[in-house]
């Protein structure tokens, strides 16, 4: 087979220059490719191999480059049939043999697989991208190639057997630049930002948090965060510790996705894994959703291997351990055992009830009027009946409480410092940061013995705009009136992260769904209080079901994609979109250099008075403006001067001031 290569280095199943490629014989590239999977090969599967090696063959037979063929996309749990790198153009053909028609399903798939490696393999990054659908019984083609988008990826182009030859061709006479070194290409790093779904149908599937990450220099490696707290376990299982871990980040950051990995890598059963760990958030939202998406996920990877089971048995599976919180606490309240895990994940642990609100909660609900202890308080008690070990990992945001009765972080380090004193703590030194409101707590326990502080222990990158990690940033700063920062912030990011503020909804609409492309999912989000979005046909009172709203495909009217229902933060909180239509109210306005909190009552505005409120309506919108991975359209109102609840006076500052951060007006 000449010098074709599967190198242990490279994504590609196999990788040869187009000349070798062509020279060798079918039966020895089928050879190659079976010996490169790492599953057993089924007779359709090779028969698909055939038809694309023969229709590949004649289609590149005077083309100077190299060949990969089945190349991984870990991000997205798939290969790419081909990708062809010849003169400066990089050229992805999908396959589709035997169909007829270019499905819409497939040609973002095709769109996928080319944006793909535009973002997240440094190989592509710079060069223009070509995508290729191929239905090899399609009777139709596109005749042209669009025009490319601003980040030189091509719409894709739809072919047939007779057209891809000329579609190769023009692809690489139109592509601009130096040519590409196809082999130092395929060996190029691949440094995916998956989704938190993503992220949690990889991790379940058995793939490590390292192969679905970023590992460039520019960010803080997941991996590394994620090794040192399994070390932390290692030593408590050894030692017969009691430990508890606090993780912090900035939003996006990947906190969430160092638990999952936590509780996946130890999701067998209990007798099998003596150090069974159990993932748990208060955000019911993401549960459902990231339950869902794994039960679709596997009921789907067992259909393709001819496997049949029922949803209902998978979602039986994923339940253990991918809990609510307060499921786990009332475990907890039925008897004295202990609980059967030794790990538990408390995410967004600064959102646990302090003890006012779970006192009222066990007195109203449980028929518990003694019950005195915080959250916080309560489920490391249960924890502590352990008679062995145990480590409780506390992932940390800043700035994310939305609810009010959340205890803060606070509440966890007074509990371990008033009640249970053999505990080893393990700390973020982040945790002593304002935004996180731990640092007189910090301060009570910085004499006590076996307290141990890493700065591995923080994820200092947000992870969810790869387009421009300042965002998160950009935000506080726009929040904190901090007008320079934001500023000195926007100009950095503009050019990777498009954001626009407009006062006509439908114009955001367009521009969200504009810059969408392939399956990249949009949205519509509004604060929970934006009561007087409704003559925009805007109610936040309607019911939105996150689990429809955020996995189900375009042509549903329940999901994001219709840009019809608005979700608030309670339900995106801890998920993300690509794109985001971020709407405004008069909840949050501004005034001068401070901000005006309103809760909408009756038929008419109130002020909001209490402190705890006044942060949590501030926080709503931090998470609302940080939930977009790729860009955003924020809708500020014009308002209406004939109506007292939308007087144009309570829109325009707030509008006034984006524009003046230097942000482009639609």
Same mark, same amino acid.
């Given at each position: 087979?000449?010098?074709?290569?599967?190198?242990?280095?490279?994504?590609?199943?196999?990788?040869?220059?187009?000349?070798?490629?062509?020279?060798?014989?079918?039966?020895?590239?089928?050879? *190659?490719?079976?010996?490169?999977?790492?599953?057993?090969?089924?007779?359709?599967?090779?028969?698909? !191999?055939?038809?694309?090696?023969?229709?590949?063959?004649?289609?590149?037979?005077?083309?100077?480059? !190299?060949?990969?063929?089945?190349?991984?996309?870990?991000?997205?749990?798939?290969?790419?049939?081909?990708?062809?790198?010849?003169?400066?153009?990089?050229?992805?053909?999908?396959?589709?043999?035997?169909?007829?028609?270019?499905?819409?399903?497939?040609?973002?798939?095709?769109?996928?697989?080319?944006?793909?490696?535009?973002?997240?393999?440094?190989?592509?990054?710079?060069?223009?991208?070509?995508?290729?659908?191929?239905?090899?019984?399609?009777?139709? *083609?596109?005749?042209?190639?669009?025009?490319?988008?601003?980040?030189?990826? =091509?719409?894709?182009?739809?072919?047939?057997?007779?057209?891809?030859?000329?579609?190769?061709?023009?692809?690489?006479?139109?592509?601009?630049?130096?040519?590409?070194?196809?082999?130092?290409?395929?060996?190029?790093?691949?440094?995916?930002?998956?989704?938190?779904?993503?992220?949690?149908?990889?991790?379940?599937?058995?793939?490590?948090?390292?192969?679905?990450?970023?590992?460039?220099?520019?960010?803080?490696?997941?991996?590394?965060?994620?090794?040192?707290?399994?070390?932390?376990?290692?030593?408590?299982?050894?030692?017969?510790?009691?430990?508890?871990?606090? &993780?912090?980040?900035?939003?996006?950051?990947?906190?969430?996705?160092?638990?999952?990995?936590?509780?996946?890598?130890?999701?067998?059963? &209990?007798?099998?894994?003596?150090?069974?760990?159990?993932?748990?958030?208060?955000?019911?939202?993401?549960?459902?959703?990231?339950?869902?998406?794994?039960?679709?996920?596997?009921?789907?990877?067992?259909?393709?291997?001819?496997?049949?089971?029922?949803?209902?048995?998978?979602?039986?599976?994923?339940?253990?351990?991918?809990?609510?919180?307060?499921?786990?606490?009332?475990?907890?309240?039925?008897?004295?055992?202990?609980?059967?895990?030794?790990?538990?994940?408390?995410?967004?642990?600064?959102?646990?009830?302090?003890?006012?609100?779970?006192?009222?909660?066990?007195?109203?609900?449980?028929?518990?009027?003694?019950?005195?202890?915080?959250?916080?308080?309560?489920?490391?008690?249960?924890?502590?009946?352990?008679?062995?070990?145990?480590?409780?990992?506390?992932?940390?945001?800043?700035?994310?409480?939305?609810?009010?009765?959340?205890?803060?972080?606070?509440?966890?380090?007074?509990?371990?410092?008033?009640?249970?004193?053999? !505990?080893?703590?393990?700390?973020?030194?982040?945790?002593?940061?304002?935004?996180?409101?731990?640092?007189? *707590?910090?301060?009570?326990?910085?004499? =006590?013995?076996?307290?141990?502080?890493?700065?591995?222990?923080?994820?200092?990158?947000?992870?969810?705009?790869?387009?421009?990690?300042?965002?998160?940033?950009?935000?506080?700063?726009?929040?904190?009136?901090?007008?320079?920062?934001?500023?000195?912030?926007?100009?950095?990011?503009?050019?990777?992260?498009?954001?626009?503020?407009? =006062?006509?909804?439908?114009?955001?609409?367009?521009?969200?769904?504009?810059? *969408?492309?392939?399956?990249?999912?949009?949205?519509?989000?509004?604060?929970?209080?934006?009561?007087?979005?409704?003559?925009?046909?805007?109610? &936040? @009172?309607?019911?939105?079901?996150?689990?429809?709203?955020?996995?189900?495909?375009?042509?549903?009217?329940?999901?994001?994609?219709?840009?019809?229902?608005?979700?608030?933060?309670?339900?995106?909180?801890?998920?993300?979109?690509? !794109?985001?239509?971020?709407?405004?109210?008069?909840?949050?306005? @501004?005034?001068?250099?401070?901000?005006?909190?309103?809760?909408?009552?009756?038929?008419?505005?109130? #002020? &909001?008075?209490?402190?705890?409120?006044?942060?949590?309506?501030? #926080?709503?919108?931090?998470?609302?403006?940080?939930?977009?991975?790729?860009?955003?359209?924020?809708?500020?109102?014009?308002?209406?001067?004939?109506?007292?609840? @939308?007087?144009?006076?309570?829109?325009?500052?707030?509008?006034?001031?984006?524009?003046?951060?230097?942000?482009?007006?639609?």
């Amino acid at each position: 087979m000449g010098n074709a290569t599967n190198p242990t280095h490279s994504a590609a199943w196999y990788g040869a220059r187009v000349s070798q490629f062509v020279a060798s014989s079918t039966n020895e590239v089928v050879g *190659a490719l079976t010996r490169a999977g790492p599953f057993a090969i089924d007779e359709p599967q090779r028969r698909a !191999w055939e038809e694309q090696i023969t229709l590949l063959r004649a289609a590149l037979a005077d083309v100077d480059g !190299w060949l990969c063929l089945e190349f991984d996309v870990p991000r997205l749990g798939s290969r790419i049939d081909a990708v062809l790198i010849a003169g400066a153009a990089i050229v992805p053909i999908e396959f589709k043999v035997g169909a007829e028609d270019h499905l819409r399903a497939d040609y973002e798939q095709a769109w996928d697989y080319a944006l793909d490696l535009k973002n997240f393999h440094r190989g592509s990054h710079d060069a223009p991208i070509f995508p290729i659908l191929v239905a090899t019984e399609a009777s139709h *083609a596109d005749a042209t190639w669009d025009p490319p988008h601003r980040d030189g990826v =091509r719409s894709p182009r739809r072919g047939s057997p007779s057209t891809l030859r000329a579609a190769i061709g023009e692809a690489i006479a139109s592509a601009g630049g130096s040519p590409i070194d196809g082999e130092a290409w395929a060996r190029a790093p691949y440094h995916p930002t998956p989704t938190i779904v993503q992220a949690a149908q990889a991790l379940y599937a058995r793939h490590s948090v390292a192969a679905i990450s970023r590992s460039d220099a520019g960010a803080k490696n997941l991996a590394v965060t994620s090794r040192t707290v399994e070390q932390i376990i290692r030593d408590a299982q050894r030692n017969s510790w009691k430990a508890i871990v606090f &993780v912090t980040g900035v939003p996006g950051a990947g906190k969430t996705l160092v638990g999952l990995d936590v509780a996946t890598r130890h999701r067998r059963a &209990v007798e099998e894994d003596p150090t069974h760990a159990v993932y748990l958030s208060g955000n019911g939202p993401l549960i459902a959703v990231l339950r869902e998406a794994l039960t679709r996920d596997e009921y789907e990877r067992l259909r393709q291997q001819g496997e049949r089971e029922r949803k209902g048995a998978i979602l039986q599976r994923v339940k253990p351990f991918l809990q609510n919180v307060h499921q786990f606490r009332d475990e907890g309240l039925r008897s004295d055992a202990p609980p059967v895990d030794h790990v538990v994940v408390f995410d967004e642990a600064q959102r646990a009830w302090n003890r006012e609100k779970t006192a009222t909660f066990m007195k109203l609900k449980k028929g518990r009027p003694d019950f005195t202890m915080s959250e916080p308080e309560f489920q490391l008690s249960y924890m502590d009946r352990r008679p062995d070990w145990a480590v409780a990992i506390c992932l940390v945001g800043g700035g994310q409480e939305i609810h009010v009765g959340e205890a803060g972080i606070h509440a966890w380090i007074d509990a371990v410092r008033e009640r249970f004193p053999q !505990w080893r703590i393990f700390v973020s030194p982040r945790l002593t940061d304002a935004e996180y409101g731990a640092g007189a *707590a910090i301060e009570s326990i910085a004499a =006590r013995p076996h307290v141990t502080w890493s700065e591995d222990l923080h994820l200092a990158v947000s992870m969810r705009s790869f387009r421009a990690e300042r965002v998160s940033s950009f935000v506080k700063a726009i929040l904190d009136f901090d007008v320079s920062s934001a500023r000195r912030l926007y100009g950095e990011m503009r050019a990777r992260y498009p954001l626009v503020v407009t =006062r006509d909804l439908q114009r955001a609409k367009d521009w969200v769904r504009f810059h *969408a492309r392939g399956s990249e999912r949009y949205g519509l989000v509004a604060s929970s209080q934006a009561e007087r979005l409704k003559p925009h046909a805007i109610d &936040v @009172r309607t019911k939105v079901d996150p689990v429809q709203w955020f996995l189900n495909e375009r042509d549903d009217t329940r999901s994001s994609f219709y840009l019809e229902d608005a979700a608030t933060e309670f339900q995106v909180q801890g998920l993300e979109l690509d !794109w985001a239509c971020v709407t405004w109210d008069a909840d949050l306005r @501004r005034s001068g250099a401070r901000w005006l909190h309103r809760k909408f009552h009756g038929s008419r505005w109130k #002020n &909001v008075n209490h402190i705890d409120h006044q942060r949590y309506l501030v #926080n709503a919108y931090r998470v609302l403006l940080t939930r977009a991975r790729q860009g955003m359209a924020i809708f500020v109102p014009p308002g209406d001067a004939a109506d007292p609840t @939308r007087l144009p006076e309570f829109y325009d500052d707030t509008f006034d001031y984006l524009v003046s951060l230097g942000i482009e007006t639609l």
